[in-house]
């Protein structure tokens, strides 16, 4: 509540004519249109992207599937900006490919530019949700579907996708959100958005008012968003209904297909990944100083101490939202688990800015590490809210009937299920910690210092090089986290 009461008290502390005039502005609407395109692009191009990749990773017989799993979970790892500087970058006269290949391709900017650095970015959200929820699919059901002689596409259309609908949901959620408050891959590519025109108001006009009114309709925005989810989501019932086990799936051969299946992973972890990855290394090699390996192992432990604590708690604090939600539906329940993604959506800088209101100047680790897990718990609360939906609630009444107590019942027969869901949230948590911008920036303790913050720094400052190394270790430590928490599934 504390981030909304700021929000209402500025956006209302202003005189009449002047609310209205804040409210009413035809820049409003074209902010509006849009962001609204920007979100619908980037939704049906990371529906594209992800879905073939969530499948291959879990239903196909290929070599090294956990490795290319992590490879499509990596663009999380490349901070937006880093993303749209490697992208533009790679254009003009100057450009990247005019260097290596003599011919110049034009520079992405605007909306074209802002769609693909987001699409790339955000793809591993639908990508982790589908791959946790094909993890989850029960094999009999496809079986059952073969042997009353459905051909395979017509068992992916009828078996598998409507199973796949909390998934699909809840990442559209998540991505929606996040290009709702996206400001540093806007902001480079010249698109203007409601989160671009609020990170101008705060920054550059400092117009707190006209910023808290951008706020609040962004928040009228994933009002919509959330009521659609709530609407779509409805009595779903995905868990298994009769009596029998389910058993390890049998990978589905490729055949004259597997070439093609590789290609595809291999791609998808170039344009994603080795674009940017390669672009940052040239900056490495242009201007790599041995002096700043001291800063850079200080800053390493800086972003590790505040994102491990925060996807820990984040994927402990989901379950209880998602069992709520889908063990107790009701009118009420659906409102108290959508509360993290209302908190998500707030613009960064203005949540922030709200804890500091209520704080003061008392900034402290704990403090950040707090503001992380209350705006990332939105991220954590969709693959384990997924897993649910196929665990059946016969299993604890089961237990209950062996004597178990219900929190027993609970962590006997629920918890075990919803593993590969909690590590799916600590790596979305973990991912987006380790890069995040503005609440580090506004609430870290004085000379704490962080991957994220010296990357942001030196790349508004252009020197790229300098940047570079604290780029790359974003996503080698990432990448570590991610395959050490694979090998656990």
């Known amino acids: 509540m504390i981030p909304l009461v700021y929000l209402v008290t500025k956006a209302f502390d202003v005189e009449g004519t002047i609310l209205v005039e804040n409210l ?30 969530a499948w291959l990773t879990t239903h196909a017989h290929l070599r090294g599937k956990r490795v290319f799993s992590v490879l499509c979970t990596l663009p999380l790892a490349i901070p937006g900006y880093v993303m749209a500087y490697a992208l533009l970058a790679l254009g003009g006269n100057h450009g990247i490919i005019a260097s290596l290949f003599g011919k110049s391709m034009p ?15 955000t793809s591993p959200y639908l990508f982790l949700n589908l791959r946790t929820a094909l993890m989850g699919l029960d094999p009999n059901l496809e079986e059952s579907a073969r042997s009353l002689g459905y051909r395979q596409w017509r068992v992916i259309i009828h078996v598998i996708l409507p199973q796949l609908r909390p998934a699909f949901y809840a990442s559209g959620l998540l991505i929606s959100l996040h290009v709702l408050g996206d ?45 659609l989810e709530t609407r779509l989501l409805g009595k779903v019932l995905l868990h298994r209904a009769g009596h029998g086990t389910t058993r390890h799936r049998t990978p589905l051969p490729l055949r004259k297909w597997k070439t093609v299946g590789y290609l595809y992973l291999c791609i998808l972890f170039f344009v994603t990944v080795g674009i940017p990855a390669l672009t940052v290394s040239l900056w ?25 604590p925060s996807a820990v708690c984040c994927a402990v604090l989901a379950i209880p ?7 107790y539906s009701s009118r009420l329940s659906d409102i108290l688990a959508r509360i ?81 869901s909690v590590l799916t949230a600590m790596t979305l948590v973990f991912l987006a910690t380790m890069k995040e911008l503005p609440l580090t920036v506004l609430l870290r303790p004085v000379e704490y210092e ?20 604290y780029a790359l270790l974003i996503l080698l430590s990432s990448a570590v986290f991610i395959g050490s928490l694979t090998r656990t599934e």
């Not at 692009?41 to 879905?51: E, F, H, N, R």
């Open 183 to 227: 400001f540093g891959v806007v902001s480079l590519m010249r698109y203007e958005t409601f989160s671009y025109a609020l990170f101008l108001e705060y920054n550059a006009a400092f117009d707190y008012n006209y910023a808290a009114w951008l706020g609040l309709i962004l928040l009228g925005f994933t009002g919509c968003l959330l009521f």
């Open 450 to 469: 962080t991957l994220a913050v010296n990357v942001w720094d030196y790349t508004g400052e252009a020197m790229f090089a300098q940047a570079a190394p």
């Open 24 to 53: 009413f502005r035809m820049r409003n609407v074209k902010l509006f249109l849009n962001t609204l395109l920007l979100t619908v692009g980037v939704l049906i191009l990371d529906i594209l992207l992800a879905t073939p990749a």
């Open 340 to 420: 993290p993604y209302v908190v998500y959506a707030i613009p960064p800088l203005a949540f922030a800015l709200s804890i500091i209101f209520f704080v003061g100047s008392y900034n402290t680790i704990i403090v950040l590490i707090v503001a992380c897990i209350l705006h990332f718990l939105a991220e954590a609360i969709g693959p384990v809210r997924s897993s649910l939906y196929q665990a059946s609630p016969h299993l604890e009444e089961a237990a209950r009937s062996l004597g178990c107590s219900p929190v027993q019942a609970f962590f006997r027969s629920i918890v075990p299920l919803l593993t590969p």
């Open 321 to 327: 939202f998602a069992y709520v939600s889908v063990r």
């Open 284 to 308: 490495v090699f242009k201007g790599f100083e041995v002096s700043a390996l001291n800063d850079l192992f200080e800053s390493l432990i800086g972003s590790i101490g505040v994102a491990v």
């Open 107 to 121: 520079r992405l900017n605007g909306y074209w530019g802002s769609l693909i650095a987001l699409s790339f970015y």
